[in-house]
């Protein structure tokens, strides 16, 4: 029943949310119509003065290998863990030894 009115309620204010256009909305030129508005070509005398063509600078080789080996060797040299965890086991906290009762 709660679903049924919210739903109802969804498509009761859908109307009342919607926007209309402030001004009339026109249909944009046709093709024919842009194709009569006259084109004019613009020629220079001298073409050698044109915008320099500028190429990006590369970027440099990237060394792959070079970085894998220094992850490794990093990764190498990192502290392991001392103990290892056995499933079979519950880790139990340790008492301190000068404290015993």
Known sequence: MRLKLTLLLCVLSAPLMAQEPRTAIHPADTITVTARTPVTPVLSANTDLGAPIIYPNPLPPMRLA????????????????????????????????????
């Open 66 to 101: 070079e970085i894998a080996r220094t992850y490794r060797l990093f990764h190498a040299a990192a502290p392991k863990a001392v103990r290892v965890a056995n499933d079979d086991q519950p880790i139990v906290a340790e008492e301190p030894k000068g404290e015993k009762q």
